[in-house]
């Protein structure tokens, strides 16, 4: 059984930083994609950054271009997400989630039907 386990959520001032990790386990993965989502209050789940397992392929929502940046260890499995230059409207429930249907050298997909595997969420607020 697969299992998505996120951590470094939690409360920070507006332009602060906080760093997401998610590790993926439970099986061997080949090749696939991981992503980060996000829901608001109040709004749906909404796609926010995704990459290729080889780190090679990655892409981000416009309104998180220049402030988040995703990146990939696909010796543990695991995928991050440095938020930079936060503000209150990033406070938002973050997902990560995992594509295992992800063919390369294709980009990401963004869309959450193509994640088959999702973590639990992590907090993230910002603080006007």
Same mark, same amino acid.
């Given at each position: 059984?697969v299992? @998505?386990?996120?951590?470094?959520?939690? @409360?920070v001032q507006?332009?602060?930083? @906080?760093? @997401?990790?998610?590790?993926?386990?439970?099986?061997?993965?080949s090749?696939?994609a991981?992503?980060?989502?996000r829901?608001?209050?109040g709004?749906?789940?909404?796609?926010?950054?995704?990459?290729?397992?080889s780190?090679?392929?990655y892409?981000?929502t416009?309104s998180?271009?220049?402030?988040? #940046?995703?990146?990939? %260890?696909? #010796?543990?499995? #695991?995928?991050?997400?440095?938020m930079?230059?936060l503000?209150?409207? %990033?406070?938002?429930?973050?997902?990560?989630?995992l %594509? %295992?249907?992800y063919?390369?050298?294709?980009y990401?997909?963004v869309?959450?039907?193509?994640?088959d595997y999702?973590g639990?969420?992590?907090?993230?607020t910002?603080?006007?």
């Amino acid at each position: 059984q697969v299992q @998505l386990v996120e951590s470094g959520g939690g @409360l920070v001032q507006t332009g602060g930083s @906080l760093r @997401l990790s998610c590790a993926a386990s439970g099986r061997a993965f080949s090749h696939y994609a991981m992503g980060w989502f996000r829901q608001g209050p109040g709004k749906e789940r909404e796609f926010v950054a995704a990459i290729s397992w080889s780190g090679g392929r990655y892409l981000y929502t416009d309104s998180v271009k220049g402030r988040y #940046t995703i990146s990939m %260890d696909n #010796t543990k499995n #695991t995928v991050y997400l440095q938020m930079n230059s936060l503000k209150p409207e %990033d406070t938002a429930v973050y997902y990560c989630a995992l %594509d %295992d249907q992800y063919e390369s050298p294709y980009y990401p997909r963004v869309s959450l039907g193509a994640y088959d595997y999702w973590g639990q969420g992590t907090q993230v607020t910002v603080s006007s």
